[in-house]
């Protein structure tokens, strides 16, 4: 697993999202590419502070207690997801896929970019916390559409 901090691994990811294409369909699952590159946006930016996540009580226990577990995996395929990063619309490819790009982006320029230190769903996270759970997201949603 790569870092989303070190520039070299977070570059490549950046280039995976720009192999996206208006044409990539999904191998698993029902989202669209556009609908992909602004749901990993918006869950981006829960980190950055910008999105804000509302968990009832119980799930925060679930989060809680399987975290170890998915950040020390790969993700799922159809896992679930928050009703705040559900993107069902339809979104315009290209600003879709360059604000994935430039929120991605941001981390390589280190741990000062993440504001969120409490997680909703996940509880108590780290700077290492979010390496993982970015990178492992964001490597899902790619691989998800074959990059």
């Not at 070190?6 to 989202?31: F, H, Q, V, Y």
């Not at 669209?32 to 968990?55: N, P, R, Y």
Request: proline residues 2%; charged residues 25%.
């Amino acid at each position: 697993m790569g870092s989303i901090y070190d520039k070299a691994d977070n570059e490549a990811i950046i280039a995976r999202i720009n192999a996206l294409t208006p044409e990539s369909k999904a191998l698993w699952g029902k989202m669209t590419v556009d609908q992909m590159c602004k749901h990993c946006s918006a869950a981006i930016e829960v980190g950055f502070g910008k999105k804000e996540l509302k968990v009832n009580f119980l799930l925060g226990i679930l989060g809680r207690l399987i975290k170890n577990k998915a950040f020390n995996n790969d993700f799922g395929k159809n896992s679930p997801t928050a009703k705040e990063l559900k993107c069902e619309g339809s979104y315009d490819f290209e600003s879709s896929r360059k604000e994935f790009a430039e929120n991605f982006s941001q981390f390589a320029q280190g741990t000062q970019v993440i504001k969120v230190m409490y997680h909703p769903f996940w509880g108590k996270m780290t700077y290492e916390d979010w390496d993982k759970l970015m990178w492992r997201h964001t490597d899902h949603h790619l691989r998800q559409f074959g990059v």
